[in-house]
């Protein structure tokens, strides 16, 4: 767990440190786009899914319960979209895919 803020903490540092940095440099090269720095956004962005991805493997591998539950669910929405193409789609039929 250490490890993960260490890493948010350096990714946050960078981004601020860029967004200073062009602040003092003012208005020299003002950009066609708008009022977002797109750099710092796809970072943001890169970083924000990354921190949700690893809390919800570690709060899945902490907890078996949901982890069953998750699988389950996902086992039923599986077996549901092959019984939709099964039944929608005639190409699948006529090759005994079912």
């Known amino acids: 767990m250490g490890l993960i803020k260490i890493w948010l903490m350096v990714v946050l540092l960078i981004l601020v440190e860029g967004w200073w940095c062009t602040c003092l440099q003012g208005g020299e090269e003002e950009e066609e786009g ?5 750099d710092a ?3 943001a962005l890169m970083v924000s899914h990354t921190v949700s991805m690893v809390a919800t493997c570690v709060v899945l591998y902490m907890n078996p319960h ?3 539950a998750l699988f389950h669910s996902l086992e039923l929405k599986f077996i549901n979209c092959y019984q939709f ?11 005994g895919v079912s």
């Open 34 to 38: 708008g009022l977002v720095d797109m």
């Open 85 to 95: 193409l099964i039944d929608n789609v005639p190409f699948l039929s006529r090759l």
């Open 41 to 43: 956004f796809y970072v």
């Open 66 to 68: 949901w982890r069953r």
